[in-house]
DNA sequence: GTACGTGCAAAAAATTTGCAACCAA
DNA sequence: TTGGTTGCAAATTTTTTGCACGTAC
């Protein structure tokens, strides 16, 4: 796994120190959210997080604004599954840089952790675009759906 | 140009050949529709292209329902720009595979023809997965936005 | 105490669907 | 003729926003 260098604990106070560096206060309902996000690894709808913690009081609405300002500071990052659904998935110091391969009728993901992209950004920067990042995903079918 | 190498004219009679090959009829709206997606390089997204169709009276639930059977013909490949809304560009014979580089600001896109994706794809196919594909946009801001 | 955040409700944006009329083959 | 398509309207789905109240600091 991605992230298994650092524990539930690590990533949930590394998170939250975050948080407190970015001048956000540590509510419930951001502190559900992250625990859900760390809990399992993503991405997840905003939905699915949703069903994860509205037993905990915490509203739709508030899952879509904690969500936008997670990906704000960088602990999230935003993944488009070409579904028209965004998902999200926990970002952190052990996280590293990686794809995902979605499945096309089941939409389960799983982790592409090679990446030898970064030279075609150097073309994108030739072009005269700045702050370059990718976005790569593949899809295909899984074993279990064919 | 990517498409350059045939004309407009070329491109529409290939993809209305397309459409008659697949059973599907040669109606009014998907000929404005394909005029619209050739005569300029997208990708365009449902609303922009229902701007550019909707005096020929064509409604934007038909721009929906064309852009979804024209996907499932192989006439136009889906683009998500991670922005929450559709886009589609026209993909014909001499249109290869290519990315785009999206601006942060103002979404226009461009596109990048080089492309070593490929050999990722081998993992992917190591993992158990069929008909791969791949997704991969560029993000940054162009220098009129910088 | 004072912003910042939240719940709730309503609005807006994006997409889909039902159905009668229309028209391409 | 006739079934695939469309326009129109209504319904869904996804996301955003306004506002009064609550709460973290």
Redesign the pocket.
């Known amino acids: 796994m991605t992230q298994s260098s650092q524990t539930f604990t690590d990533v949930l106070s590394d998170s939250l120190a975050i948080?407190?560096a970015?001048?956000?206060?540590?509510?419930?309902?951001?502190v559900e959210?992250l625990k859900a996000l760390i809990a399992q690894h993503g991405p997840f709808?905003?939905?699915e997080l949703h069903q994860q913690?509205k037993f905990?009081?915490?509203?739709?609405?508030?899952?879509?604004?904690?969500?936008?300002?997670f990906e704000s500071v960088g602990l999230v990052k935003r993944c488009d599954f070409g579904d028209?659904?965004?998902r999200y998935e926990i970002h952190h110091g052990s996280s590293h840089h990686h794809h995902h391969v979605i499945c096309k009728i089941c939409r389960k993901s799983e982790n592409i952790d090679d990446c030898e992209v970064q030279r075609l950004e150097q073309l994108v920067l030739s072009k005269g675009y700045s702050q370059i990042t990718h976005y790569l995903e593949f899809f295909g079918i899984c074993q279990k759906c064919s």
Not at 56 to 69: P, S
């Open positions: 948080l407190q970015a001048s956000l206060r540590k509510t419930q309902s951001r959210l709808s905003v939905e913690v905990k009081k915490v509203d739709l609405a508030t899952v879509y604004r904690c969500l936008t300002v028209g659904v965004a």
